[in-house]
């Protein structure tokens, strides 16, 4: 046991010797400080998302930085913005039915189920406000999507005509009972 625990800590402080000597290889060396300080800093991907200017942010909010998935620019986005306000849920949904037409969204539809959830359309986009009870105030998500592409209406070609020369035929029983299938070789005669 005294030896287990020997080898153990023998292991531990030489990884924390080798971790502690051991530089990053990709680091320069003091003499070449100059060429590091002409690097340039990392710039985030022209699509990013800063914040949402079409649609609006109730009173006393706080975007989610954990639940929030965007892509796109300011204006033209997809994706989910996860918020709480300090406002009750209705207040929150009363909000957004006033303001999202003053962004120039159009109100689809309206479910008023235990969570409170909005529908609206503007150009190629269609955005879902989903709103309920938080820990202080409301919950609220909102889902940026692109509007489906309305396909054409499928063209039905009319059925084949019923022909007699086909291998089977529904008729009734030979007992006149409920109708069965009948192969046509059992309905000529033999």
């Known amino acids: 046991m005294k030896r287990a625990l020997a080898v153990a800590v023998i292991v531990i402080l030489a990884a924390g010797l080798v971790a502690a000597c051991g530089g990053r290889s990709s680091d320069p060396p003091p003499s070449t400080a100059k060429a590091v300080e002409t690097r340039t800093a990392?710039?985030?991907?022209?699509?990013?998302?800063t914040r949402p200017v079409d649609i609006p942010m109730p009173p006393y909010h706080t975007l989610d930085l954990e639940r929030t998935v965007m892509v796109g620019n300011d204006t033209e986005w997809l994706g989910r913005a996860s918020l709480t306000a300090l406002i009750e849920p209705i207040g929150v949904w009363e909000f957004y039915r006033r303001e999202m037409p003053n962004h120039g969204w159009t109100e689809i539809s309206v479910s008023e189920s235990p969570n409170r959830v909005l529908f609206y359309q503007r150009g190629g986009r269609v955005a879902v406000v989903e709103v309920w009870p938080g820990p202080n105030g409301s919950r609220i998500e909102v889902w940026m999507n692109p509007r489906p592409v309305q396909a054409?209406?499928?063209?039905?070609?009319?059925?084949?005509?019923?022909?007699?020369?086909?291998?089977?035929?529904?008729?009734?029983?030979?007992?006149?009972?409920?109708?069965?299938?009948?192969?046509?070789?059992?309905?000529?005669?033999?």
């Open 42 to 49: 990392i710039t985030p991907p022209p699509m990013a998302v």
């Open 152 to 190: 054409a209406p499928a063209v039905t070609a009319a059925p084949p005509p019923a022909t007699t020369d086909s291998p089977s035929s529904l008729s009734t029983a030979p007992d006149g009972s409920s109708p069965a299938l009948i192969e046509n070789e059992q309905l000529s005669p033999r």
